[in-house]
């Protein structure tokens, strides 16, 4: 079966769209760190970019029960935070990950960023303050804060919401496993990344991530089974948690190089099965391409499972692979099962990267089969085809970067984007108040920029609905990955 004529570009990997626009990668980076701003929860600082978002959720305080020294209450703050796309309720374990993700952006590729490294490091801040409030009660890792049914029956800005601020806990007898351990990662990565800028917040980030690590693997169950009912349809753990402790381990590996992170990794490392996954939910395919940087040098019993399994994820994506298990739409942008496709595009182009990387120190190609190999050029021609799709190189011209480029999305799915500022509108907007604005065919009057939103169909079509979330709806864990992407091809332009 021949190539679409389109994918025929991608697959010459060249820069530029069938226009022949060329990119302003630099441009797409800032935006893409800017967006982060219009996702903060709590009181905003001085710096604030995004001026038209204000303080929110100042109220997400708690007083619960120290169960190490009964019967004494204590005050947990959980202001601060993300809200993980267009609503405004605070998911911990996508969120984690899209902490893990800015991390490792700046780990790999901090030092292309010029000026926006500042930004990008603000960004991871922002979360890893929260999370030091998430697991400070020891015992406790908050899971998320928000009823979601009660916020989701609502259209209204997050200054404004009214809706139970409900917070939700994972412990000793109700475990959450996955949501514990993608928390433990983000605090390691991050706690790698500030180790060059704040040696004492990278120590305490590290400190806290191996105590929570340690909380995960020790009470080891799903929050699917104990919070189930409040997370479950949204965030529902669908891979099990066998794959967060891993992960969780490989990066604590990776900030401390105890044998004992290394060993959990060998030990456990067989229970993962799905190695072409990556995203919030399944963390298989970064584990093995994380992993394969971290062992190149060792002699690790579980270092060919996971080479193996990286290079087969690798041909599960390539479009000429006998192995590929990825759709291609006609205009080239790769596809999997599941909402918000855009996610898959931005992680697994940061994964090709990654491992493009590794392959390039170790003078190797991948043999996908049937006369196919997967070279280091070939990874990034895949990752920069893919990333010039989202800036505009698809066959609607379309950039689905909000703010990037001359046609991008004007109706997304976000409820302070889609409602008037409270510059604009001092008024208290209730619950059902907004539906005027969700319904409105009109532009959002604020402009999210940098948000990544779903993007297009199968079809390469887009219709620009704020109802339809699944193509039109933002999330952190969507542009989190791409920074680090946006920041190499800035400096490799060609």
């Not at 970019?49 to 020294?69: C, E, F, G």
């Not at 030091?132 to 899971?143: C, D, E, M, R, Y």
């Not at 090709?352 to 996908?368: H, R, W």
């Amino acid at each position: 079966m021949g190539f679409p004529q389109r994918l025929l570009f991608i697959l010459a990997g060249t820069i530029l769209s069938v226009t022949g626009l060329k990119h302003n990668y630099g441009e797409a980076l800032s935006k893409s760190i800017l967006f982060f701003e219009g996702q903060r929860s709590g009181k905003l600082p001085p710096t604030q970019r995004m001026t038209w978002r204000k303080d929110s959720a100042l109220q997400d305080v708690y007083i619960i029960p120290d169960t190490t020294v009964l019967p004494v209450l204590r005050k947990v703050d959980l202001v601060g935070g993300y809200y993980d796309a267009g609503d405004n309720v605070k998911f911990n374990f996508p969120m984690a990950f899209s902490t893990t993700m800015l991390a490792w952006s700046v780990i790999e590729f901090g030092k292309l960023m010029g000026p926006d490294l500042k930004h990008a490091l603000d960004a991871i801040r922002w979360a890893t303050e929260y999370f030091l409030k998430a697991t400070s009660i020891p015992g406790f890792v908050f899971a998320q804060v928000g009823d979601p049914y009660a916020d989701h029956n609502c259209w209204e800005r997050p200054e404004d919401m009214d809706t139970p601020r409900t917070a939700f806990a994972v412990s000793r007898d109700f475990p959450g496993s996955e949501v514990s351990a993608e928390i433990a990662a983000a605090l390691a990565a991050s706690s790698v990344v500030y180790r060059k800028y704040h040696i004492g917040y990278s120590t305490r980030l590290l400190q806290r991530a191996i105590k929570v690590f340690d909380f995960a693997d020790k009470y080891r169950g799903s929050y699917n089974d104990s919070l189930g009912p409040w997370v479950c349809p949204f965030y529902c753990d669908f891979s099990g948690y066998q794959d967060e402790l891993v992960w969780g381990a490989a990066w604590l590996f990776k900030a401390t190089k105890r044998p004992y992170y290394l060993d959990y990794i060998d030990k456990n490392i067989y229970n993962l099965k799905n190695f072409a996954e990556f995203g919030w939910d399944s963390k298989d395919a970064g584990i093995n391409v994380l992993v394969s940087k971290l062992l190149i040098n060792s002699s690790s019993n579980s270092k060919p499972f996971i080479l193996n399994n990286a290079d087969k994820f690798v041909c599960s994506v390539l479009p000429e692979s006998p192995s590929v298990s990825v759709s291609y739409s006609p205009g080239g942008l790769l596809f999997k099962p599941g909402g918000s496709n855009l996610q898959h595009a931005t992680a697994i182009s940061f994964l090709f990267l990654v491992y493009a990387g590794y392959l390039k120190k170790t003078n190797k190609e991948i043999d996908c089969g049937g006369k196919v190999f997967a070279s280091p050029k070939r990874l990034k021609q895949i990752a920069r085809g893919q990333v010039d799709y989202i800036l505009g190189s698809n066959p609607v011209n379309m950039s689905y970067m909000v703010g990037y480029g001359a046609k991008y999305p004007e109706r997304i799915h976000h409820r302070a984007s889609s409602l008037p500022s409270v510059d604009e509108h001092r008024g208290h907007i209730g619950c059902k108040g907004g539906s005027f604005y969700f319904h409105s065919q009109n532009p959002n009057p604020n402009l999210l920029v940098g948000a990544v939103v779903g993007g297009p169909d199968m079809k390469d079509s887009y219709a620009d609905s704020r109802a339809d979330f699944v193509h039109s709806e933002p999330t952190t864990y969507i542009n989190a990955p791409l920074i680090g992407v946006l920041a190499y091809f800035n400096s490799h332009p060609s």
